[in-house]
């Protein structure tokens, strides 16, 4: 495969740098202070952070409204570093699971004795590093040039990347240029992602986003009750979270301490219910601002929200239209075929991605 340049340092840029090994990845480690300077704003109202994982700041240059239900972790690792490392292995190749296994991940499975959790799906996993961590996949990538990617230009056939260093205590500006040959995969986080192409003016005024999202709940039970949320309708899909993994989920450890499983004899559980029913929002940019158009209060619940069009166009088929030789990976660009885990679907589009690149180039 020609020059490959992968942007995000997230779950689906992780899988990228898997499938393509030599490929250069492009994603901040942090941002020095300075940064701000340059334009970039602090986005309070996309913060997601938990007391005991990493912390992150959302920055970046399109303002967003503060219901939009988006959420941001400008940090490598990205959300990595606070999910639930959740998998549904039933539709991956076993060639794929084990090309993971031999970068040093672990497909347990979920048990109420050793993990603290449970599903109503029997091909569910959890992916966990060698030391039963759930994966944080800032742990697998370095090293990757420590920047941040502000806009693509397209001159005389030539992609030139704009790119904010954050090397030091000093942010300062540089470019990366791609020719024709090279392929360039943006996977950065959702709101990340719309921030580069409002910057590229690939968006613009008036442009209407529309997401798409499985509704969830959280259902509090008790294993002693004869009512068990577990029987609901096979539709729908259920983790079970018994004491020890819910409050070290809560708080962001990627593994739940020995000495917290004795929470578990009592009983309790809560139940994470995704199910079948889909809901979409739609944004709109007005006046340099993403607006929330229409959509439920309960958007960006699960934080697996999918399948972005712009302008009713699906992600990929818009941005061939205006990037040569470029292409999305990630929860904005899959279309998640059933509620639950959304990591599977990002999987599959990467080996898809990447083999038709391959063929492409053999030709």
Excluded at 165 to 170: H, L, N, P, T, V
Excluded at 171 to 187: H, K, P, T
Excluded at 314 to 326: F, G
Aim: with cysteine.
């Amino acid at each position: 495969m020609d020059d490959a340049f992968i942007v995000g340092g997230g779950f689906s840029g992780f899988i990228l740098k898997t499938l393509i090994p030599n490929a250069t990845i492009i994603t901040p480690i942090h941002f020095p202070t300075p940064t701000l300077s340059s334009g970039m704003q602090q986005r309070h109202a996309l913060d997601i952070n938990k007391i005991c994982a990493k912390k992150s700041k959302s920055f970046g240059f399109l303002k967003f409204a503060k219901n939009t239900g988006l959420h941001d972790r400008l940090i490598i690792g990205g959300n990595s570093s606070i999910w639930g490392g959740f998998i549904d292995i039933s539709r991956l190749d076993p060639a794929i699971v084990e090309e993971l296994s031999q970068v040093g991940l672990f497909f347990s499975r979920l048990t109420p004795k050793e993990i603290g959790v449970s599903s109503n799906r029997s091909s569910y996993r959890q992916l966990h590093d060698s030391f039963g961590r759930i994966l944080d996949t800032s742990l697998f990538l370095e090293p990757v040039r420590n920047s941040y990617l502000r806009s693509i230009k397209v001159e005389k056939g030539h992609r030139h990347l704009k790119l904010i260093d954050c090397e030091g205590s000093i942010s300062s500006d540089s470019e990366i240029v791609l020719n024709s040959d090279s392929i360039l995969y943006l996977a950065p986080g959702v709101c990340q992602l719309i921030d580069i192409l409002y910057n590229s003016e690939i968006l613009s005024e008036g442009d209407r986003l529309e997401f798409d999202e499985y509704k969830m709940k959280w259902v509090l039970g008790w294993a002693y009750s004869n009512k068990s949320p577990m029987k609901v309708d096979d539709k729908n899909t259920i983790i079970r979270y018994f004491p020890s993994a819910a409050l070290s989920h809560a708080i962001g450890l990627q593994k739940a301490p020995r000495k917290l499983r004795f929470l578990n004899v009592f009983g309790f559980f809560l139940d994470q219910v995704y199910l079948s029913e889909i809901v979409t929002s739609r944004f709109t940019i007005t006046n340099g601002v993403l607006l929330k158009e229409l959509g439920g209060g309960g958007f960006g619940k699960s934080i697996h929200y999918f399948n972005l069009r712009i302008n009713g166009t699906p992600l990929n088929e818009y941005i061939a239209k205006h990037l040569p030789n470029t292409f999305i990976l990630g929860m904005a660009s899959v279309v998640q075929t059933k509620p639950g885990p959304i990591s599977n679907d990002i999987v599959l589009q990467a080996v898809n991605l990447v083999k038709a690149h391959r063929k492409v180039c053999e030709l």
